[in-house]
C-alpha cells in the first residue's frame, strides 16, 4: 500500500475511515492504488534495517542495500520540470486536518503535501526503503524502533491564519513526531478510526533533534508499518498557544483545520471552497537532494460532480487523469474518443470492496437468518451484469480477492428469493395480515437504506435490490441524502442500512472495522455495531502473529464467520478504470497502482492550471 505514508492509508483506507460506495466508486481509481498482484512475501521477515548513511552536504553515500532514498530509481533522469495535472473531486471537504476528517480526497491532499518516514518500494512493497529517515533499527522483538532522521528537511512555509506569524524555513524534528502520537492518543481528538492502530503504542522517546524511540507495548504485527509509515506533525501550527495542548480546540479549530502544512513535495497553493484544490511544488522539498522531486509543477483537484461532465472535461483536456464509471468503460466509441483526445486507458482489479451494512443495535437486524436472507434478496450477479458491466467480482468477505487471505472456498450466498423467505419465516417474520408485508408482533418488515443523492450507480443497483426485497414480502425504502449528512448520519449511529466501500490494505488488520471494542466509540469505523467474541479473539491473534500461514489462517476463520454473521451483504470489488492524458511519461503501472508522482511532460507539450 503507497500513500507516500501510513497515515495515508489508514485514512483512506478508512479513506480515507468512512467512505459511502456512491462517493468512492465514481472516483474510485483517482484514489486506490492498488493492482492485481499476489501478496507475494511476509512482512513479517523483514530484518533489522539500517538505511544508508547521508553525509554532510547532503550528498547521498553509496547504498550497500539499495538506492539511498525510496523510490529512486522509477524517477525519469530525463524528465523535464514543469507542467501540471488536474484530477477530479465529486464533493468538498468540511476541513483539511487529516486526523480529524475521513473524507477519502483529504487522504489525497495529505499524500502529495506529506513524507513519512519510510516508503514501500513501488516495484516490491514488501520492502521499506528510506525517506524522512536515515536510518533505523528495529528490535528482534518487534517493540522498540530506534530512528534517525535527515537533517535539513522543512517544513511548508505558512501564515497562522489565528496570529497572523509567519513560518518559514523551520525543520522537521523528532518533536513532532512525538506530537503526531501525542496528538493521536488525546481522547479528545476525534480520530478514533487512525487510534486503534497506535493503542498499543507506548511511548516515543525524545533522544536529539534527529533521533527518537520509538517503545510499543506488545508485539503487534503492525507495528513495523505504523512506525516507519508515520508522518510528523506541526505542532507550531495546530499548539500556536500557551499551555497544555487542548484535544477539542484542535478539533474545533477552523480556521487552521483549512491549512494542510507537511513536508512533503507540494505545498497547498489555494482551496477555492467548492472550486476547487490547488497545490505547487515546494522548492525547498528535501527530495530534490536525492533525485525524488516530481517534476510536474502544480496539481489541482477540480470539483464536478457528474460524472458525465467529468469525462468530457477529461475528452476536452480540462482533466488530466480521471477514474471511469463502468457505463462509461464499455462505451462503443470510448477508444475512439480517447484516440482522438490522445488519453490512454488502462483496467485492473481495484483494491476495494463494497457493501450493504446492516445498524445491528436495530432489532430489525438482531437474528443472523434474517441477515443472510437480505443477501440472498440481493441479485448480485445482475448487479455485477447489469451495473459494473462484469467489471469487477463477487466477494465474500473483506480481504483483497486476489491475496492468499482471502478464502477462495467460501462460496457467496446465492440470489434465491424462496430460500429467503424460508429463512425468514423460521425468524418468525410472516405475512400475518395479508398486506403483502411481512409481519412479526404487529410491526412490518420495513427499513430505510441511504443513497448518496445523484450518485448514478446506486441509483442503479438500489431499485434491483429493492424490487428483490419486495418479492419476499420486504419493503425497502431508499432515502436519498446529500454526502455530508449521510457522513452525519453514520457518526451519530442514526440510520438503518447503508452502502458503503473500503479500500483493502497491503497487510490487512480487521481491528478498526469488525473488533467489538470499537462498536460503541463514536466516530469508529464499526459503525455497524458488530459484537462477536470468536472475531475478537482471531483479530487479537492476527496482531500479535508474524508468520504468513498461521496469519492466512486466521484471516479464512476470520471470514467464516462474517461469512454466517452476515453483518455485511459483501457486494463487489470493481475493476479500476483509469483514463488519462498521453502527454505524461513514465506513467507505469506498479504492483500498488499507479504512481502519479513519477509523470512528467515534454516542456512542448506543457499545460497549466487555467485561471491561475
Known sequence: MNRTGYLKFLLTVLTLAIILFGILIINALDRI?????????????????????????????PAPEG??????????????????????????????NILINNDAYVSD???????????????????????????WENAPDHRTYRIKLRRGVLWHDFTDPVTGREWKNREVTADDFRFFVDTVKNPDVNCEPLRVYYQDLDSVEVVSSHEFIVRWKKAYYGSLAATLEMSPLPRHLYHAYDGPFDGKRFNEDHQR??????????????????????????????????????????????LIKHPNTRLQALLAGQLDLLGLTPEQWVKPDLPEKFAAAGLKQAQYLGHAYFYIGYNLRNPLFADRRVRQALTMLVDR???????YFNLGRIITGPFFPDSVYYNSAIQPWPYDVERAKALLAEAGWRDTDGDGILDRDGKPFTFTIMQVAGQSLQQKMLPIIKESMAKAGIDMKIQPLEWSVCLQRLTDRNFEVCTLGWTMPYDPDPYQVWHSSQADKPGSSNHIGYKNPEVDALIEQLRLTFEMPERVKLCHKIAEILHEDQPYTFLITPDSLVGWSGRYRNARLFP?????????????EQRAIPGL
Open 33 to 61: 492504488n492498488r493492482s492485481t498482484l499476489l501478496l507475494a512475501d511476509k512482512l513479517a521477515a523483514l530484518p533489522t534495517h539500517t538505511a544508508p548513511a547521508v553525509a554532510a552536504g547532503n550528498a547521498p553515500l
Open 592 to 604: 500498488l497502482g499507479f504512481q502519479t508522482e513519477l509523470f512528467w511532460t515534454p516542456r512542448a
Open 257 to 302: 483545520n483549512r491549512l494542510l502544512v507537511g513536508c512533503g513535495p507540494y505545498r497547498l497553493l489555494r482551496w477555492d471552497k467548492d472550486v476547487r484544490v490547488v497545490f505547487t511544488r515546494f522548492e525547498n522539498y528535501f527530495g530534490a537532494r536525492y533525485g525524488i522531486r516530481p517534476p510536474l509543477k502544480e496539481v489541482a483537484f477540480e
Open 67 to 96: 538506492p539511498p532514498i525510496a523510490n529512486v530509481q522509477y524517477f525519469d533522469p530525463k524528465a523535464e520540470p514543469g507542467g501540471r495535472m488536474i484530477r477530479a473531486i465529486s464533493a468538498d471537504t468540511q476541513n483539511l
Open 381 to 387: 450477479e445482475k448487479i455485477l451484469r447489469d451495473v
Open 109 to 135: 491532499f495529505y499524500g502529495i503535501a506529506h513524507s513519512t518516514l519510510a516508503a514501500r518500494d513501488f516495484g516490491k512493497p514488501e520492502e521499506y526503503q528510506p525517506l524522512l529517515a536515515e536510518s
